[in-house]
């Protein structure tokens, strides 16, 4: 229950001031606060329930900024921001959008780095010891560099990626002082998957004694806290390593979403709020008026996705808020769906199909009931790109089909698999890629860059379907058993079609559902075999002449609004009968079709919704421009439509495409300034 | 000492119709076929000097091609050619370029997978079982897919990847047969670096036993071969887990480079050929007459990077032929010693000055002198590329300067790493880009994709400096400390000249010595201090008219002949008088010396010893193809020179360049074709 707390907390300093008893109000008005602005705004709410008491024990004992707390993927910093100063913008809705959804120097000094990708705090803490260290070193102990110690908070699953042990490895070298705190809550995204999760659970029933103990193994001295949600014992854990020289784990064990009643109403999770259940060793003892029901402590999470639950369920993963309840699925979701149908309907026959799923599969359409259908057929490999790409490369070589499947951004982590393991290799995996393109996301996790990632690595086939027929098509081509005549050749990526493919599905009433897809019924009539000969042709969708219109993926529906517009004269101009054109893949030009554009067109323009540089549209000007032919012309005039070469944090879409000049509007004009040359 | 044994293996049958005894004179006409290939032909023999035994172990014991033997980095998979119907190819001079440095299934149906990087053994091999279990567990038992025991043979320094260790997590959950074998030389590329080998020694030291046990910690089964040498100890301990049930990892303990006399001749060599080294927990028991000094054995090599040694030495890592001795150093290792030196000058006073290096720092000019004097100013942080760019980032975000070194291929593993936590933190960070460029290497070390893969990510500054004069002056730039007016705004990535770039300065006499550097002796009349101005402008080398070549990097020096071809009349044609521009970078376009070129040019050419693909040169044809001006002419005219979008496999530069028209005549006539339109 909201006790007002918080609203008076305007830096650590007033942390520190609090009585010991006042701060387990603290902690329980952060908490009432959380589910407010869960409910209100969405959000990682699940993970921050879990926080509270931790983070409010890192400000009481430690000394930010001159003590660096560095939050690993920054996800779960919403407490530590509510104590730095940026309580209002948890407490007043009208102030929600002052603070991004991770840490962010910019916002305040107590944050180290804007991080939206997993595992690399230790690391980045590592370095900062070592500048620390090097200084200390040089003046003789009197100039720190501005840097006490030195805290990487890791957990919430981030531990499975590769560069945490990579960074633990390397912690230990570290030699001073370097402070890991372990968030174990028992949970990766979607539930806890690897081999270290068995000996984690024995550490935790052990009070922290017994062996193997994993961070042991990296040479690093450990602590134990058992009671991660106490703050009492979290100050004490925390004090007796403040100012330690030398390395050192220090795991708790937490509840994620703690505090949080499912099924609650907006109301009703008011009513709860404040409710703190500490895990112990032995259980869960509820200290409150929680439900004992306590659905969210079972291993495999109960509520569909449809119900948005912040409590231990991976649906909570991203908490949506109660607004957009009942809203249809986004495109990640439903276009996921239909690719989890078309293949769960061939497991019976298929043995060796597979989907590998690294991370967020609920975000992406891959459903707790697909999951639990799929049985070995899906893995979920926790947050591990590399491993992700690696291991389907080693499912193709053996013959099997795999499909692995995140979002575009988080891919970048598997760049040097999908150059060797997967494409020198020529393994026939699928990439399924979500959240290609410019979209309204963090800076962290935006997908403005995957075509310039994937389609420059030699021998990868990149497909941009705009409708779900190709979608699908290209699904059934790129994951045909080997033997299949015409199947692809070598690894093929799909990018998941956006907002704007479904939007014009939606209006022209063309969407199917994944039941549909699963009964196979989209194929009566509607969805033909795909033509082998033809997945990596341009298909002209408009004959005309004059002006050439290639869109690229989700700019298809711009595409054909700026043809239309082109038809209509309008502002004293003629109209123009301009050809509409889906290259539907973006790594080898159809030339055979960029020839015959040759035969009644003067100006060839490419549409794409990412990166110009290092993108799709310039290869085509490129194109044109070192195969001039002979004649006065001076060759075939190209223009290209994208993004700049930049970041953009949580910029609406609408925003970024009239920033672009991705709009009917500007790319009429641009088309009008070139043929009025 | 050659027995004649190895020629009559034909095949791993072969291995297995040996009497026991008679295996042990294989090992030693193995290690001798080594040693003399070697010194004739050079390349990882230290490593495969250790695996003898060990291979010969797993071909007596497995049933390769049924059972997959997936050999990590696989530049350790030599005697694994020999036993595989290859031998001749190690035998016979004239036949050594019948195989490569790496596994190769066009080679072998033996070899599992073409690999150059570290640590996706374990994750492959993770996908080869997984097909094989889905079969058996679709077929009722009656199916394999063709597989039978899976082995992921890792070690030599390749354990300490963030993959491996994802696979290592992942391996437990995959249930049945996967063998993880472990070759423990106690060794990395440099030397052993990170918390996780004490541990591992006091494995080694209990004979297995010891607590805390990475392996058992990662929830993995665990066996311990003290004698890694020993073909009966190993076939012993690999009987034991042929057709086990369930992942389990077998811990051998070898030695790098047994039976090489440190310091012989290539007679001295053969003379010790056959002097297995076998090292138990005590120490190692000479068997034969191999020298006890072993200076190999120490923990810092004393042998100068200059002197061949194939041994423990990190600098045998690649070991050089006899017939490259005396030669003068590769770009790699001249510019690599010349940055160093001009770092180390400035170590006294610059206490967050570090060079960070996550492997081979020997290959590139980073030497063992070099790393010795630099104390707490180097970092080894073994093979993890995306540790060591976040820790770059740590380190510049606390006001220190690091300075992170590899290879070109090697940095895709750290693709989100320079996205997220350098480039988006805006971190200041200096990367020294090795082997960037067409060489002939290897098809997974070509460094022929590296400005597409730096150059498009937003935020990231790449110089390609064409001589020791820039190259410095970047590097100054890159690391003036914090509060130097001009210096560098965020990441900066220096592309380190290549063997033409070198070429030229040793045909002009204008080569420094790294000793010259140490001493600032360069700076004296020779170098000014870097322009801050000017760092990213274009730079005109001659001011021309018609026609306007723009050669990047390791291409200057080309330009400069196609610039004086082309100012010599011949067959007939008038001379140009062209323009030549040095860009100096490839991440931005200098649009004021483009606009510039109107004046007085009609054909602009771009050079890039790269993918032209996602490349540098594609974006000046797309800038002047969106911003033509009005005019009859069309607008200027672009072509673009640079490589191909493929793998190539040590394909001789000289060819490389013929094949993509980067020589004089192909880019004379180019420009003939183009301007005779």
Redesign the interface.
């Known amino acids: 229950m909201a006790n007002g707390m918080l609203e008076r907390i305007s830096g650590p300093a007033d942390v520190k001031a609090l009585s010991r008893a006042r701060l387990h109000d603290l902690c329980r008005d952060i908490r009432a606060t959380l589910l407010e602005y869960g409910h209100a705004h969405g959000g990682h709410i699940g993970s921050n329930l879990g926080m509270v008491e931790a983070t409010v024990a890192l400000h009481r004992v430690f000394d930010s900024p001159h003590d660096r707390i ?1 939050f690993d993927v920054s996800h779960q910093s919403y407490v530590h921001k509510m104590l730095t100063g940026r309580a209002g913008a948890y407490l007043d809705p009208a102030r929600f959008d002052e603070v991004t959804g991770f840490t962010n ?1 910019a916002e305040s000094e107590h944050d ?6 997993t595992g ?1 705090s230790i ?13 200390l ?3 003789g102990g009197a100039d720190d ?3 006490g110690d030195v805290i990487a908070v890791i957990g919430d699953g981030s531990l ?14 570290q030699g001073d002082n370097l402070i890991i705190v372990l968030n174990d809550n028992e949970m990766s995204i979607a539930g806890d ?7 984690l659970a024995r550490l935790r029933a052990s009070n922290g004694t017994a ?4 961070f ?5 001295d450990y602590r134990y806290v058992a009671q991660g949600n106490d703050v009492d014992a979290l100050v004490a854990a925390f004090e007796e390593v403040k100012g330690i020289g030398h ?1 050192v784990v220090v795991h708790i064990h937490t509840l994620k979403g703690a505090g949080f009643a499912p099924g609650a109403s907006r109301g009703g999770a008011t009513d709860h709020a404040g409710v703190a259940v500490p895990p112990t060793d032995t259980g869960v003892a509820a200290t409150g008026n929680v439900s004992h029901a306590e659905p969210w402590k079972s291993d495999h999470c109960d509520l569909p996705d449809a119900v948005p639950h912040e409590g231990q369920c991976e649906a909570s993963h991203w908490q949506t808020p109660d607004r957009a309840l009942g809203r249809p699925d986004d495109p990640r979701k439903h276009y996921g769906k239909l690719a989890m149908a078309a293949l769960e309907r061939r497991f019976p026959h298929e ?2 199909l ?1 989907v590998v799923s690294p991370a967020t599969p609920g975000s992406n359409g891959i459903t707790h009931e697909f999951r639990e259908r799929a049985g ?2 899906y ?1 979920d ?2 947050i ?1 790109e ?2 992700a790409v ?11 089909t ?1 499909v692995v499947a995140t979002t575009a ?1 988080f891919f ?2 598997a ?3 999908f ?3 997967m ?3 020529r393994s026939h995996v699928t990439v399924l890629d979500f959240l290609g393109g410019l979209s309204g996301s963090d ?2 996790h935006s997908g403005a ?1 995957d075509v ?2 994937f ?5 990868v086939t990149m497909l941009a379907p705009t409708s779900t027929r190709d979608y699908l098509d290209a699904l059934a081509w790129s994951t045909a058993p080997a033997g299949t005549p015409g199947r692809s050749d070598g690894p093929v990526v799909i990018r998941v079609p956006g907002q704007s493919i479904l939007d014009r599905e939606r209006a022209l009433r063309r969407e199917l559902s994944p039941e549909e897809v699963l009964r196979g019924s989209e194929g009566a009539g509607v969805r033909p075999a795909w033509d082998p000969a033809g997945m990596l042709s341009y298909r002209t969708d408009r004959a005309g002449s004059g002006v050439a219109v290639i869109a690229l993926g989700n700019t298809h529906p711009l595409g054909e609004r700026v043809v239309k517009a082109l038809s209509a004269a309008a502002d004293g101009r003629s109209p123009i009968d301009a050809t509409l054109i889906d290259p539907r893949q973006c790594t080898t030009l159809d030339t055979a079709a960029l020839e015959s554009l040759r035969d009644g067109h003067r100006l060839v323009v490419t549409l794409e919704d990412g ?4 993108g799709w ?3 085509v ?2 194109y044109y ?2 195969r ?1 032919t ?6 075939m ?4 439509v994208g993004a700049d ?3 953009t944090d949580r910029v609406p879409l609408a925003d970024l495409d009239e920033r672009y000049g991705l709009t009917v509007e500007a790319v009429v004009r641009r088309i009008h300034e ?1 043929l009025g ?1």
């Open positions: 560095v120097p180290q780095f804007t991080l939206g990708h690399t690391s980045l803490a590592c370095g900062l010891a070592k500048t620390r260290d090097m200084a070193a040089a003046s560099a501005g840097i499975s990626s590769g560069v945490a042990f990579e960074g633990l490895n390397n912690a230990a070298e998957f690897g081999g270290m999760y068995g000996p062996q193997p103990n994993l042991n193994a990296f040479g690093l390395p043995p060796g597979v070995s057929h893995v490999c926790g591990t590399s491993h690696a291991f389907a490369s080693g499912i193709a070589r053996a013959g099997g795999p951004s970048q982590r760049y040097d698999q150059f060797q393991e494409s020198l290799n800076n962290t860059y310039a990632m389609a420059n690595i030699p021998g990166q110009l540089e290092g549209g310039e290869k000007t490129a421009a070192n001039r002979a004649g006065a012309d001076g060759g005039r190209v223009i290209n070469k930049e970041f070139a040359e």
